[in-house]
């Protein structure tokens, strides 16, 4: 069974910066095409923050383009989010997602974490 486990949450103050990882266990992230960060702030629709397929191309939403950095480490199985310049409005449950399929930005994924709490306030 391929699970995927966030870290890195937690509380800053706008204009500050978080590394949010996300470790893929068993199959490993070599096993997967896609792999994106969401989030989902209360009472707001889950919303696709970047994504990254096994070529390492990337994609952004429009409200982090240019303060958030997706990545990735085949060797360690993990994903990560650089989170620069935060702002209020970043507060939200992150989640990273994981799938084999071929469309990253905007497809659907089968394999999710739990969920990793960030928490902006100025």
């Known amino acids: 069974e391929k699970q995927l486990v966030e870290s890195g949450g937690g509380s800053v103050q706008a204009g500050g910066s978080l590394r949010l990882s996300c470790a893929v266990s068993?199959?490993?992230?070599?096993?997967?095409?896609?792999k994106a960060w969401f989030r989902q702030a209360p009472g707001k629709e889950r919303e696709e923050v970047a994504s990254i397929d096994i070529y390492g191309r990337t994609a952004y939403g429009d409200s982090v383009k240019g303060r958030f950095t997706i990545s990735e480490d085949n060797a360690k199985n993990s994903l990560y989010l650089q989170m620069n310049s935060l702002k209020d409005e970043d507060t939200a449950m992150y989640y990273c997602?994981?799938?084999?399929?071929?469309?990253?930005?905007?497809?659907?994924?089968?394999?999710w974490g739990q969920g990793t709490q960030v928490t902006v306030s100025s």
């Open positions: 068993l199959s490993g992230l070599y096993a997967f095409f896609c």
């Open positions: 997602a994981a799938d084999a399929r071929a469309q990253c930005w905007r497809g659907d994924y089968n394999y």
